[in-house]
């Protein structure tokens, strides 16, 4: 079964540049969520998008964009990036209630 | 504020034990509780969920206890394996809206 995708695997950014983290959902989910995760620490809430059309938003930084396309695929848009933004970053999608996790983005900054 | 708390936050059974992880939270409007379980460096993967009209699933080794007056739940992993040594979260839903995690408990089972 098709899963979430998210690309690129890993990426390696220095301080100030700018970085585009991409998701795929599972095909016919409605809902798309992007998830912050610093080591040993529990997801934290991004921004959620349902049908194209941001639905919530969470501790995302005034630095950061997400936007839904047509095509349902999402795009999580990080500048002037800092140090304490290395982390992974993971995105879900969801049809009802149950949310699948794609594999996640190892962001660097360095 | 943590809306989920959960504990422990590290867990050693041996193989064959039984691992018990406990979460409660206080907001109401939460109608969806899903288990995850998450290696080092990938996604949290669904286990398994429960919606707060049912006290008790289960599925094949893990089962949640649900108790809706406490605001309580919990996983119980039967027959623990070294394979199921990993991070699990608990999680809470309102009304279709996103996941809050609990702060995760590390489990490690040991052979």
């Known amino acids: 079964a098709a899963g979430v995708i998210q690309s690129p695997r890993h990426l390696i950014k220095e301080k100030r540049e700018t970085a585009t983290l991409k998701c795929y959902p599972i095909?016919?989910?409605?809902?798309v969520y992007w998830y912050q995760q610093g080591p040993g620490q529990d997801p934290q809430f991004l921004i959620s998008f349902y049908e194209k059309m941001q639905s919530d938003k969470g501790s995302i930084p005034d630095r950061f964009s997400a936007q839904q396309f047509s095509d349902y695929h999402s795009e999580l848009n990080m500048s002037s990036l800092e140090l304490g933004d290395s982390a992974l970053y993971f995105c879900a999608s969801s049809l009802d209630a149950r949310a699948f996790f794609g594999q996640g983005t190892r962001l660097t900054v360095v | 504020q943590q809306q989920v708390k959960q504990s422990p936050q590290s867990l050693i059974v041996q193989k064959g034990g039984i691992s018990i992880i406990n979460c409660a939270y206080e907001?109401?409007?939460?109608?969806?509780f899903p288990w995850y379980q998450q290696f080092p460096g990938k996604g949290p993967a669904l286990l398994i969920a429960?919606?707060?009209?049912?006290s008790e699933k289960k599925e094949g080794r893990f089962t949640i206890s649900f108790n809706k007056s406490a605001k309580q739940f919990s996983l119980h992993i039967m027959d623990s394996q070294p394979g199921d040594s990993a991070t699990y979260f608990c999680?809470?839903?309102?009304?279709?809206?996103?996941?809050?995690f609990g702060g995760g408990t590390r489990v490690l089972v040991k052979p």
């Open positions: 095909p016919r989910h409605d809902t």
């Open positions: 907001n109401t409007a939460f109608d969806y």
């Open positions: 429960i919606r707060p009209d049912v």
């Open positions: 999680a809470a839903v309102a009304a279709g809206n996103k996941l809050t």
